[in-house]
């Protein structure tokens, strides 16, 4: 019997992919207990923009998927017939080492493209914790995910300068270009950077790039106490160290203040004895060997079974107050926290695990109050369905959300994308 989904059948959409690239959905491909009906995989802007066609006139949801790395993030949707992977657009389409950019499609894998890039000792500079778990390119734009480097180079938004997407009634749209100082036309990059799929389906993008550093040192401060950290950091930022990366590890393995330094050698060794020299005062200094800084591992709590992992994110000279209120807020409810965060940019992670999932639930309901009343705001990344369905895994919206929902009407005047996972249900 033909398998169909509003009055669309699995064979309609092998004619625009061909029969080995489109399937009936499994239970593993659902995406917060959501199951989608069927998986279809475009080779092309052109099957793409033909399956968002097809998808938009018969009211058809879809959810762009690449790795799968982020399924997790968001609000659970509020249906899904069709995920829209990008796995098939894998290539590089042009790099030009002498200009330091690169265009590539959206579902190529981040670390393949990273060697690719190492062969003329250049980077996209962006090192975000999924990144080894088979993250690709879209993905983290789609996500604007990004990792300790962003202290020293910027986020996803800093970094893109050109894109090309595939909106919901099937056009096809562009911005920007392939040289860092074009800044002709509507900034569709960083629009759709962060829109978690909402807005439309990443095709290609355009990064600028930057030397891979000669050397690299990580100096590390054992510190004593929840002030030690916010003072350390506050010093490290305040100094002349040019930092890659200024991060907290919080555990009950280790309370460390981690900083990356790159260059050339002969940079990297006095940028490291002046940082050993600034940090003596907060605790034990030492220089964590490659092995050591390595084994920290993902400097994001990625959340698993039913762990509940946050991000807050604060004025950077809150980190002490961050701290004292997340590891206060946990210890009077019997959950046991795990914090990470890039110090410098006023990002904190919180994984909560053990005790019940009413009391983890309570933690972050209290630290979103504190921290939404103080300009801040907690975003739930991972936790069990029922949880993010008390919580709602943005928080308040404030005067952001009119604006938000306006933008996605406009472009996607059916709310076939994603629906549901955004801000504000959208």
Not at 149 to 171: E, K
Not at 187 to 213: E, M, Y
Not at 409 to 415: N, S, V
Request: charged share 25%; proline share 5%.
């Amino acid at each position: 019997m033909e398998t169909r989904t509003k009055n669309v059948s699995l064979e309609d959409l092998q004619e625009i992919v061909g029969e080995e690239h489109a399937r009936e959905a499994t239970s593993e491909d659902a995406v917060d207990g959501v199951a989608p009906s069927f998986v279809v995989e475009p080779g092309s802007i052109e099957e793409t923009s033909r399956l968002m066609r097809l998808a938009n006139d018969e009211g058809l949801t879809v959810a762009p998927r690449g790795g799968g790395t982020k399924r997790g993030w968001g609000n659970p949707p509020r249906e899904l017939d069709l995920i829209l992977s990008t796995v098939r657009m894998n290539e590089v389409i042009e790099h030009v080492p002498g200009d330091q950019v690169v265009r590539v499609q959206a579902g190529l894998n981040l670390e393949a493209l990273q060697e690719r890039l190492g062969r003329s000792d250049q980077m996209l500079a962006l090192d975000p914790p999924e990144k080894g778990a088979g993250a690709t390119v879209g993905g983290v734009v789609a996500a604007n995910s990004s990792g300790p480097r962003r202290y020293r180079y910027g986020t996803v938004r800093d970094l893109i300068i050109g894109i090309t997407v595939v909106l919901p009634d099937g056009t096809v749209a562009k911005a920007g270009g392939k040289v860092v100082k074009n800044v002709a036309g509507y900034d569709l990059g960083k629009l759709f950077t962060g829109s978690l799929g909402t807005l439309g389906v990443l095709a290609t993008c355009n990064f600028r790039l930057h030397p891979r550093p000669e050397a690299a040192r990580t100096v590390a401060v054992e510190l004593n106490d929840t002030l030690a950290a916010g003072q350390a950091a506050q010093t490290l930022m305040h100094s002349q160290v040019f930092a890659s990366a200024l991060e907290l590890h919080w555990s009950e393995d280790a309370r460390l203040l981690t900083v990356l330094i790159e260059g050339i050698s002969k940079g990297v060794d006095a940028q490291a004895e002046t940082t050993s020299y600034l940090l003596r005062g907060f605790g034990e200094v030492r220089t964590l060997s490659d092995e050591e800084a390595d084994h920290l591992g993902p400097l994001t709590p990625p959340g698993a079974g039913d762990e509940v992992a946050i991000k807050i994110a604060h004025p950077p000279a809150e980190l002490t107050g961050v701290l004292d209120s997340a590891l206060g807020a946990a210890e009077r409810r019997g959950v046991a926290p795990r914090i990470t965060g890039h110090a410098g940019a006023g990002v904190t992670y919180l994984a909560l695990s053990g005790g019940e999932e009413e009391a983890r639930a309570q933690v972050v309901e209290e630290l979103r109050e504190i921290w939404v009343r103080r300009g801040g705001s907690v975003v739930v990344r991972q936790a069990p369905v029922p949880v993010k369905k008390r919580l709602d895994a943005w928080g308040p919206a404030g005067d952001y959300l009119g604006l938000t929902r306006r933008v996605k009407e406009k472009f996607d005047p059916r709310g076939i994308l994603n629906p549901g996972r955004f801000l504000g249900g959208i």
